[in-house]
């Protein structure tokens, strides 16, 4: 049973727009929310999280929005730049130094 | 020194031979953590080491020997794997009762 689905494999996006990465979650345990960012044969890079008290977290271009109701966070990157292009995943966590969910993942290619 | 640092990149081994995969970290965390990712697949959390002992093992097979001689090391100790093993492992480490996980770079692991 997938508890953290990103159900879009890919999006394209012009250089300069908003680009909007979807994820849902089934569990509600969850309490952290997590985005990485993952180019190939390297780790998963920290991108921005957000806590399940928040519905709204925002460092420089990304933006993470969590409506709990709805079990659904969104990652909002604007503007988006080419450098952005890699996969997405989306993890979520039922309590510190326990294990992280991650999403199928979703590759964002961002067009100049 | 904010990283995690895995040694070695890359590892060929035959379904007869032991080898290990190391982890290190200098951000004084408490918390580390064996995943594997298979291509095009989310990470999956293997193991997870708290105070340099084991805290969750996801029913990992025994060929898989995970070891935590201090808190700054981590092994993966490798023994009599099948192809199908073959996968990025990653590690990655947390400070205690927080999700600031921060993930190495990987092993890129085949087996022949």
């Known amino acids: 049973d997938q508890q953290v689905k990103q159900n879009s494999p890919s999006l394209s996006v012009q250089e300069g727009r908003i680009s909007i990465l979807n994820c849902d979650y089934t569990?509600?345990?969850?309490?952290?929310f997590l985005w990485y960012k993952k180019y190939p044969a390297e780790g998963p890079t920290f991108l921005i999280s957000i806590s399940s008290i928040k519905d709204k977290n925002e460092d420089g271009r990304f933006t993470v929005f969590l409506n709990k109701s709805a079990k659904h966070l969104s990652l909002h990157i604007v503007p988006s730049q080419p450098g952005d292009s890699a996969v997405y995943f989306c993890?979520?966590?039922?309590?510190?130094?326990?294990?992280?969910?991650f999403g199928k993942g979703i590759t964002l290619s961002v067009r100049p | 020194d904010t990283e995690v640092t895995q040694t070695p990149k890359h590892l060929v081994m035959g379904m007869t031979n032991k080898k290990s995969l190391k982890c290190e970290q200098h951000m004084g965390h408490r918390a580390m953590y064996w995943y594997k990712q298979k291509a095009k697949k989310p990470p999956e959390l293997m193991f997870v080491y708290s105070y340099e002992k084991l805290s969750i093992n996801e029913s990992v097979p025994s060929r898989f020997s995970p070891e935590c001689p201090n808190s700054s090391l981590l092994n993966l100790h490798l023994h009599a794997l099948q192809p199908e093993d073959s996968a990025l492992y990653l590690c990655?480490?947390?400070?205690?009762?927080?999700?600031?996980?921060?993930f190495g770079s990987g092993t890129r692991l085949t087996v022949v």
């Open positions: 569990n509600s345990m969850f309490d952290y």
């Open positions: 990655a480490s947390s400070p205690m009762d927080s999700y600031g996980y921060t």
């Open positions: 993890a979520a966590s039922d309590g510190a130094n326990s294990k992280l969910t």
